[in-house]
């Protein structure tokens, strides 16, 4: 199994990026699919969320900035980023779940200039 998160870099605050993690080895569809970010010095905290239905639940810090996607066609799931505040910097991981079943990316340093 295997979850390989892209999409990361240096913005300017207000800026937008998307991210993306595309995974092998596992039956996508059926996964709840998940982005998690980790600031320095942080926990790693809960972003956003996307079930296999579609239904998706956001963290109230970047609820109305942040939007999450999947596609199950191509095993990723997507974050779409924008307005970006520099306390949106962090490493963001995506995160697969299926029942007791969990598989974490490796991360991507996404960094946002004021």
């Known amino acids: 199994v295997q979850l390989q998160a892209f999409g990361g870099g240096l913005v300017q605050a207000g800026g937008s990026l998307r991210l993306s993690c595309t995974a092998s080895?596992?039956?996508?569809?059926?996964?709840?699919m998940g982005w998690y970010r980790q600031a320095p010095g942080n926990k790693r905290e809960f972003v956003a969320v996307?079930?296999?239905?579609?239904?998706?639940n956001y963290a109230d810090s970047v609820k109305g900035r942040f939007t999450i996607s999947r596609d199950n066609a191509k095993n990723t799931v997507y974050l779409q980023m924008n307005s970006l505040k520099p306390e949106d910097t962090a490493v963001y991981y995506c995160?697969?779940?299926?029942?007791?079943?969990?598989?974490w990316g490796q991360g991507t340093l996404v960094t946002v200039s004021s």
């Open positions: 995160k697969s779940e299926w029942r007791a079943t969990m598989y």
């Open positions: 080895g596992i039956i996508f569809d059926i996964y709840r």
């Open positions: 996307v079930y296999s239905t579609g239904t998706t």
